[in-house]
């Protein structure tokens, strides 16, 4: 009993409620977000009617299909496997029953965001308690810790976190519960106003949260020593803090043998500087070092460029400028169309450029590694922040050449080792199970 009193105060979906049930008083216990109380409830009720009354608590659970003679043990995993129980006034006399089970996969739909190559389709909902009944589900343990928040000064709106309670660094819980009471006056309208709760500074590119719409992203996270958030009318789950490597490594790596992991979080890496660098070195290998390169190479690449009116910076921006085009609108057109935009921007459009001498042939194999590449990472908002961080890239290497391509680079690496997560470094090395290295 008292383990069970101990959970309520931790758990803000574990109820301890009072009822009567064939003329006896006792009292239910369970996880609401993994059973429909109500109908569970008018169910029992159901059971318990009707002749003969039963006379003891032993008659009473035979009725309604209860197992009895559990231990304290039993009582607990059975708790946090969904299951319904009730004990008499004193605690001595438990029963074990079957609810009717909260809608957690009915209505779950298939990721739309996130593509998923080996694993569990299922992807989180905008519902707050389908969401929590999700990750319960398959994150079966009583170290789960759910916590409830409600923030906005006139559209009040609800928060969930939850956190393994034996994998957790505490201090990041004390700075993120104290953000969320600090800032619980904000109106969460829409991801600026969560990142704003969060302490995130306006002209950071690169956001302080990492988000996911898959449960088993959400259940590895949380076993690395991660902090989940759902916000109600969100379907993702929001997580707490989130460090560099984020953008290279999945959990889905992990349904492949480990040699075939490392190789694709190498492609991903490689990737990454490839999709920043690519742009910036093409520019300065054409305009301001060309003698880095064999002769060969260098007789090449001004043979591309011959008949090209303008400098190759603004060749550059000019056909960059149109694929950021071309990209934003494929992804606010609807998928049947977003098809054709792409034959017509990538094929078509580019083709044309080409023979109208308006930008030269090296740089369409440019363009084509770049877009692929900043399109390698694991998360969008990483996909975004590179392709922004390669014209600062670019305008640096149109004014010192090589140089200003690694000047650049360490710029980039300097304002990422500048950023803090809820508190903690964004380069900070995070183990596996959640401790941070020393």
Known sequence: MTRLVELQSKNS?????????????????????????????????????????????????????????????????????????????????????????????????????????????????????????????????????????????????????????????KHTLEYLGAQLQLNEHIELDNLQNLAQIMGHRWWNPIPTYLSTELPIQAVNFLKRGRIILFVDGFPYAFVFPKVWYDMFCSAADRQF???????????????????????????????????????????????????????????????FIIIEMVVEAIQRLPSNIGTTITMVGGIILGEAVVQAELISNLLIIVLAATTIASFALITIHASFFVRLAKYFILAMAALYGILGVIAGLLVVAIFISHITSVGQPYTEPWTEGGARHE
């Open 13 to 169: 979906d574990f109820f301890i409620k009072q009822v009567h049930l064939g003329g006896m008083q006792l009292s239910l216990c369970g996880f609401d977000t993994l059973m429909d109380f109500s109908k569970t409830l008018f169910q029992l009720q159901s059971m318990a009617q009707g002749a003969p009354v039963p006379s003891t608590l032993e008659d009473l659970a035979a009725r309604i299909g209860g197992k009895t003679g559990l231990s304290a043990h039993d009582v607990e995993k059975a708790v946090t496997n969904g299951k319904l129980i009730a004990f008499s006034t004193d605690g001595s006399f438990r029963i074990m029953l079957e609810p009717v089970p909260a809608s957690l996969h009915r209505s779950v739909s298939e990721p739309q965001q996130e593509t998923v190559l080996m694993g569990p389709h299922d992807a989180f909902q905008e519902d707050i308690h389908t969401n929590g009944g999700m990750l319960r589900d398959k994150l079966k343990t009583d170290k789960l810790i759910h916590l409830r928040f409600t923030v906005g000064k006139h559209h009040r709106r609800e928060i969930s976190m939850f956190y393994l309670e034996d994998q957790l660094d």
């Open 257 to 319: 043998p480990h040699v075939i992991m490392y190789f694709i979080r190498v492609v991903r890496v490689i990737s990454f500087i490839t999709a920043l660098i690519l742009p910036g070195l093409y520019v300065a290998l054409v305009s301001v070092n060309p003698d880095v390169l064999k002769i060969q190479l260098a007789l090449s690449v001004a043979q591309s460029r011959v008949g090209i009116p303008y400098p190759a910076l603004f060749e550059v921006i000019l056909i």
